[in-house]
T-cell receptor, first 114, second 109 residues
Framework: ETGVTQTPRHLVMGMTNKKSLKCEQH?????MYWYKQSAKKPLELMFVYNFKEQTENNSVPSRFSPECPNSSHLFLHLHTLQPEDSALYLC?????????????FGEGSRLTVL | GQNIDQPTEMTATEGAIVQINCTYQ??????LFWYQQHAGEAPTFLSY??LDGLEEKGRFSSFLSRSKGYSYLLLKELQMKDSASYLCAGLDSNYQLIWGAGTKLIIKP
């Protein structure tokens, strides 16, 4: 199994749809992250979970709802999204949640909102 | 405000050397990271510098000057597979990562 796996790799949805992104890490890490990556823009941190507890929510709109049932799995539930939410959503994990260590990223879920 | 600046795009020739610069303005400083991201792939860790100086890892080296708020990534003996985006990220006093927008490196034969 690869380190961090994200599904689906590509998703197209309408503004009224509800969908979910899934992330799984096989590295035994304690922290998991959701990032948004838009073309030619810096990575935007969305949510951080440390030992399954949400430790950061970077003023993300409520149409994005994270869920972390255990230290290995992370979900991002999507509903009533806007076209400007189209982006690559990257999941990452790390040993600790303080950013002093290396982040291990998944390949991302490419989201298109019509 | 906090900011990371790096060039948007650079072009270099196979076999040559290229230096990708990154300047940072952060509230406090706890180190600087470089990541590589090939198109359609996950970013992968390249280096972490917290002390001044040059750290070498094979063909890649990373340099940090804390007094100048400056870092660079040096790639030697460039190969076509080095075509990728290179992301610079600074760690501030609250251990928050401040990311640059990335430098797209194009390698030509």
């Amino acid at each position: 199994e690869t380190g961090v796996t994200q599904t689906p790799r590509h998703l197209v949805m309408g503004m009224t749809n509800k969908k979910s992104l899934k992330c799984e890490q096989h590295l035994g890490h304690n922290a998991m992250y959701w990032y948004k990556q838009s073309a030619k823009k810096p990575l935007e941190l969305m949510f951080v979970y440390n030992f399954k507890e949400q430790t950061e929510n970077n003023s993300v709109p409520s149409r994005f709802s994270p869920e972390c049932p255990n230290s290995s799995h992370l979900f991002l539930h999507l509903h009533t999204l806007q076209p400007e939410d189209s982006a690559l959503y990257l999941c990452a994990s790390s040993q600790g949640g303080d950013n002093t260590g290396e982040l291990f990223f998944g390949e991302g879920s490419r989201l298109t909102v019509l | 405000g906090q900011n990371i600046d790096q060039p948007t795009e650079m072009t270099a020739t196979e076999g040559a050397i290229v230096q990708i610069n990154c300047t940072y303005q952060t509230s406090g400083f706890n180190g600087l990271f470089w990541y590589q991201q090939h198109a359609g792939e996950a970013p992968t860790f390249l280096s972490y510098n917290v002390l001044d100086g040059l750290e070498e890892k094979g063909r890649f080296s990373s340099f940090l000057s804390r007094s100048k708020g400056y870092s660079y990534l040096l790639l030697k003996e460039l190969q076509m597979k080095d075509s990728a985006s290179y992301l610079c990220a600074g760690l501030d006093s609250n251990y928050q990562l401040i990311w640059g927008a990335g430098t797209k490196l194009i390698i030509k034969p």
